[in-house]
């Protein structure tokens, strides 16, 4: 396919950006799922915790003063005796704080990990349903590096945000009322004013840090991309050398990693120092507020204590708030990449009312008839690969496509799987314009032997039942037989358990392409789209791969796309295309006959067969 531009590393280029806000109404729905009543019932449990260990939390020191109160000397009594319903009862307390803590996490944990495997799967999901348009603009490193920050995002938001940001907001209501009531409200109002200093100066530091994160994510997917791209084209880079090329592009994203991440570091320092300054200053003049009012007799020491106890333990947890926030600031930058892959549009969709391509009863009536009417397409407005293409493919029969190099012979495979949608005209199966069917059902009635077989990294056996998953033994070596690769298979030490290797590469072009049409066999299509499958074979091993295509090629309607015109001359009919028109159509006996495109491209090659067999 012919593109005008680079793709981008960037796996979220062309789609609107979104705010915190909707970052965060976008996973709620996820949290809090309909009809999930056990989600529910978490959710609401974690809430009751919450509560109970904050509320055991802010009656701690309490508790502690009035224990302080109970052993103070009191003039010449000397100490009391020890207060051992109070003691106890703070020790109660503070394993019921831990406690309830503890609870609230566990109950919430399956509620938050469901959250993230139905986040990732949607994502995982969607990317499927996006058109290829979008996946070859964009690079797979970039876009699995945005699934994986995103989801962590979400487990980050929602560990810190749900319990930490919310308990300690309670928190500080709590404590602020207490104050007012055991002391007066010059302590509540001082004490609110230091934290809403804290907050206010957090958020406003923190929001000003954001933009360094971003520069750190869009550096670490372009490095990851880069990586990704050039391992996969590993041959490649031996070919020409460009090792030292590759690291070069790698250590300059790597490089703008590095400044963004300094950035980041530095800011942060400067962050935690504001905050511990505003802590300490808070403390210090509600200390010695209170220690005045010890002095004057109007508190007693355990007040002063409670006082002291009370601010340590909210100014702890504020504390950690600017890290929390931070975290959290960080992790709705995360997910904002994998939200907007969400929201990215779905170009090939099925219409209102789309109905399913009906399937074949007997195998008589396997085969299914393709239609083109003036078809025309461009992979670019400013470009028209296709202008005005028409056909016809009768049930069984076979049609091949030929003409030279960006004629628009694969666009026509690739319009037919419905990869894209024509820009003029309409392609029929079955009288069915492609466009009113369920793509799932016209996906099912088309099987592809593509000219670059790509494998997955697993066994010889999941590759050949990747075309029909749950695929019995029995039925995965009749298909290899009929692809004539079972022999080759059995010859191997661990046989249908042969890993085959990143994209296949353990094996010759041969296997790859045997191991192909047996998938393509057990998928058992009405329509066959063999797209130059055995252009980059040899003589013999075309020959083998023939045989074994014109047996699955039976009772089905077979488009053949070839450059090699020796493997089309059986075809039923032939299309020859030039500059996206159809030029001549017939069979291999007429076109010859003709004297026109057709046969000055069989005389062509034939001299360039003659020259080699010379040679």
């Not at 391992?231 to 020409?240: C, P, R």
């Not at 504020?318 to 931070?326: A, E, M, S």
């Not at 030029?583 to 003659?610: D, I, K, P």
Request: proline share 3%; hydrophobic share 45%; glycine share 8%.
């Amino acid at each position: 396919m012919q593109r005008m531009k680079p793709a981008s590393s960037e796996p979220t280029v062309g789609v609107p950006t979104r705010s915190g806000l909707q970052t965060i109404a976008t996973l709620l729905p996820y949290l809090w799922p309909k009809g999930d009543w056990n989600s529910h019932a978490r959710v609401i449990a974690a809430t009751v915790f919450l509560i109970l260990a904050k509320v055991a939390t802010v009656y701690v020191p309490v508790v502690y003063s009035r224990a302080v109160d109970a052993l103070a000397p009191k003039g010449a009594e000397g100490m009391l005796a020890v207060p051992l319903a109070l003691i106890v009862s703070y020790g109660l307390l503070r394993v019921a704080s831990s406690g309830f803590a503890e609870l609230r996490d566990a109950v919430f944990a399956n509620v938050q990990q469901r959250t993230v495997r139905r986040v990732a799967l949607r994502t995982f999901e969607h990317m499927h349903r996006l058109s290829m348009r979008f996946h070859l603009d964009r690079q797979t490193g970039g876009l699995s590096r945005a699934i994986e920050r995103g989801t962590a995002g979400i487990e980050s938001v929602l560990r810190l945000a749900v319990f930490n940001i919310i308990p300690t907001l309670l928190e500080v209501a709590m404590v602020t009322v207490i104050l007012w009531q055991l002391f007066d409200w010059r302590y509540a109002a001082l004490t609110l004013a230091a934290v809403a200093l804290y907050i206010t100066f957090t958020l406003l530091f923190t929001n000003w840090r954001v933009k360094f994160r971003r520069r750190m994510n869009e550096s670490d997917s372009d490095a990851q991309s880069k990586a990704v791209d050039s391992l996969l084209n590993y041959e490649t880079v031996k070919y020409f050398g460009n090792e030292a090329h590759e690291a070069h592009r790698f250590d300059e994203a790597l490089g703008r990693y590095e400044r963004a991440a300094v950035k980041s570091q530095v800011t942060l320092n400067m962050l935690n120092l504001g905050q511990a300054s505003i802590i300490a200053a808070g403390l210090a003049v509600v200390m010695l507020m209170a220690a005045d009012g010890v002095k004057s007799g109007e508190f007693s020491v355990g007040r002063f204590v409670l006082v002291n106890t009370y601010l340590m333990q909210l100014y702890q947890p504020l504390n950690f708030l600017g890290f929390v926030y931070r975290e959290i600031k960080q992790g709705l930058v995360d997910m904002e990449q994998m939200f907007r892959l969400l929201s990215a549009h779905e170009e090939i969709a099925d219409r209102a009312g789309a109905v399913k391509l009906a399937s074949a009863a007997t195998a008589a009536e396997r085969a299914a008839e393709v239609v083109f009417e003036d078809v025309q397409f461009g992979y670019q407005p400013d470009r028209t690969i296709l202008k005005g293409v028409s056909f016809r493919v009768a049930p069984g029969k076979s049609l091949a496509i030929v003409g030279p190099t960006g004629a628009g012979k694969s666009t026509i495979s690739r319009l037919l799987f419905r990869f894209y949608d024509v820009t003029g005209g309409r392609v029929l199966v079955d009288g069915h314009d492609i466009r009113d069917l369920k793509q799932d059902s016209l996906r099912a009635a088309i099987g592809v032997v593509p000219q670059d077989t790509v494998l997955f990294n697993d066994t010889i056996r999941y590759n050949i039942a990747y075309g029909r998953p749950g695929a019995t033994q029995a039925e995965i070596e009749h298909a290899a037989r009929l692809a004539q690769v079972h022999d080759f298979v059995l010859r191997l030490p661990a046989g249908y358990d042969t890993k085959v290797g990143e994209r296949g590469l353990k094996l010759s072009g041969g296997e790859k392409q045997r191991v192909a049409i047996a998938r393509t066999i057990l998928k058992d299509p009405r329509i066959l789209i063999l797209d130059e499958a055995t252009s980059a074979l040899d003589t013999g091993t075309e020959q083998d791969i023939q045989l074994a295509l014109r047996a699955i090629a039976k009772h089905r309607t077979t488009l053949t796309i070839a450059h090699r015109l020796s493997t089309v001359v059986d075809a039923d009919q032939i299309l020859v295309l030039v500059d996206g028109r159809v030029a001549e159509s017939g069979t291999h006996g007429e076109l010859l006959a003709r004297g026109g495109v057709y046969a000055g491209m069989w005389a062509l090659q034939a001299e360039q067969q003659e020259q080699a067999a010379a040679a």
